[in-house]
């Protein structure tokens, strides 16, 4: 039974009827999955030898190649069983499954409490996209599924790609989140200055966007609080407040750089009225209004000046 949320699945007798016993899921193992996207009936796989990196657990990253035949999705679910099965000599890897489901490929590990994750291999990079199982590592966490918490973390000044799962954390200030954001003991630590998902859980915030932006929104509608927003209003102010990056890809100069049409609470949103994340000390702002007050100074009357970015 794949359970379609994050709410476990738990099956028990009702009263003397001793059905979920019989068909042996009172107290069955809860094992974690792996669910890809929609699939057509017929994958098509480019690789010559399909392959990829498979890590279950604390076990992996390694080598799983899919060497039957894949035109059907019962095929790729048989073939991806076998070459994860044969990936690793665990009983994770072992008696691992896999299945077709509703269009979808779905494989679970082999042993409970142990996370199943896919990647590319340095060989081939296409496959586990074309399988649509590819997997959004998290940032910062215990193991590659994030299932396991982090250790305590303090970030200053820091723009973080992904979704960050930790025990702890003590201080997070002027920092950037693009994912969720989810700390075990939320009574101690402080999250300042801050762009923090909405549906993230984090120690007390302190002047953290969207907060102050949804805030702002319930005050203008005449709402006791952010919590009463409706919906629509909701999704709109979450939108217009998410950070803009000029690049998101490693490697390209302007790799990490806020976009100068981002929202202003987060290009002026730390707390000397810089720029969160990792470019704050570049002082942006504060380099863009001293030339706006000092170039006026010297205009001839009548004119006005234009600022245009290279880009």
């Known amino acids: 039974v794949a359970r379609g949320g994050p709410a476990p699945v738990r099956f028990t007798n009702a009263g003397a009827d001793p059905t979920a016993t019989e068909l042996r899921l009172a107290g069955a193992a809860r094992l974690s999955g792996a669910l890809s996207g929609p699939l057509p009936a017929a994958p098509a796989l480019s690789a ?9 657990g604390v076990g992996g990253p390694v080598m799983a190649a899919l ?29 691992a499954l896999a299945f077709a489901v509703d269009g979808r490929l779905l494989a679970l590990a082999g042993a409970p409490d142990a996370p199943i994750v896919f ?23 215990g193991d590659e599924a994030g299932a396991v918490n982090g250790p305590p973390a303090t970030l200053e000044r820091v723009t973080v790609y992904g979704a960050v799962y930790v025990e702890a954390l003590p201080l997070a200030s002027e920092c950037l989140f693009t994912g969720a954001v989810q700390a075990r003991r939320r009574q101690e630590g402080c999250v300042r ?3 923090v998902p909405d549906g993230s859980r984090t ?16 005050a203008e509608l005449g709402l006791e609080s952010s919590e009463d927003l409706p919906p629509d209003e909701r999704r709109m102010v979450l939108v217009d ?49 001293n030339l706006r007050a000092a170039v006026s100074d010297y205009l001839r009357v009548g004119l006005a000046a234009g600022y245009f970015f290279v880009t």
Not at 77 to 91: F, K, V
Not at 119 to 141: C, F, K
């Open 48 to 56: 010559a030898a399909p392959e990829m990196a498979v890590t279950i």
């Open 67 to 95: 060497s039957g035949p894949t035109g059907s999705l019962n095929q790729a679910a048989s073939s991806l069983q076998a070459a994860i099965r044969a990936a690793g000599e665990t009983a994770a890897f072992a008696k």
């Open 119 to 141: 990647g590319r291999t340095n060989a081939d990079a296409a496959t586990v996209q074309q399988l649509a199982l590819g997997t959004g590592r998290p940032a910062i966490a």
């Open 193 to 195: 200055f801050s762009y």
């Open 203 to 218: 120690p007390r915030r302190y002047r953290c966007q969207p907060d102050m932006a949804l805030a702002r929104r319930a």
């Open 241 to 289: 407040t998410r950070p803009a990056f000029t690049s998101v890809h490693y490697g390209q100069p302007a790799y990490a750089q806020l976009s100068g049409a981002g929202p202003e609470g987060i290009r002026a949103g730390a707390e000397d009225g810089g720029e969160m994340g990792a470019f704050h000390f570049l002082m942006q702002p504060q380099r863009e209004a």
